[in-house]
């Protein structure tokens, strides 16, 4: 098992921002959260409701991305990963494939997985641990066993057994 700290600039753990806002708490979900919105970047406004933050929204995909009873198969991720790049050149970042080794001075790290009806995002933190945001709840750096999250691909997903890979967030 995977113990070694991601060496990476990660995005500050800010559970202030993420939690103490109960607007930005409910109505952001876990791509907000790894994409690293918690408020529309087009408008400056707060999202209506976590539904309107799907990855496609912002880059006018209207598709719906929720993995309802399909299987998770090369075409579908890589159609998912496009309606995410189109949401973030929208806002003037790329995404591109990573490891978990990689190391990068301009950009943070995120890490996708799957279940048979949902994704789920994980993102780096500067102090070399993972948090991820479910749904409506808080922002955590905790797993399904509770315990800090070291690298997204090895600890307790829950449901999100398929671990689809890390990727890197970057400005254009």
Known sequence: ME????????LKYEEEKWNG??????????????????????TDKIFINWSHIQPGNLG?????????N???NEEFVTKFINAVKEDLERISYQI??????????DGWKVALCFNTWDYHWYRLNDDGTWSHKSGKSR???RDEDWNIIINP???????????????MIKKL
């Open 3 to 10: 113990t070694t700290i991601t060496k990476c600039n990660g």
């Open 21 to 42: 806002e109960i607007l930005v708490c409910n109505y952001t979900n876990c791509y907000a959260y790894a994409i690293n919105v918690p408020k529309n970047p087009l």
């Open 60 to 68: 006018g995909i209207n598709e719906n991305y929720k993995c309802w």
């Open 70 to 72: 399909i299987e998770q």
């Open 96 to 105: 591109i494939p990573s490891t978990f080794e990689e190391i990068s001075n």
């Open 139 to 141: 922002v955590t750096k």
């Open 153 to 167: 691909k090895v600890c307790n997903r829950g449901s999100y057994n398929n671990f689809i890979g890390f990727y």
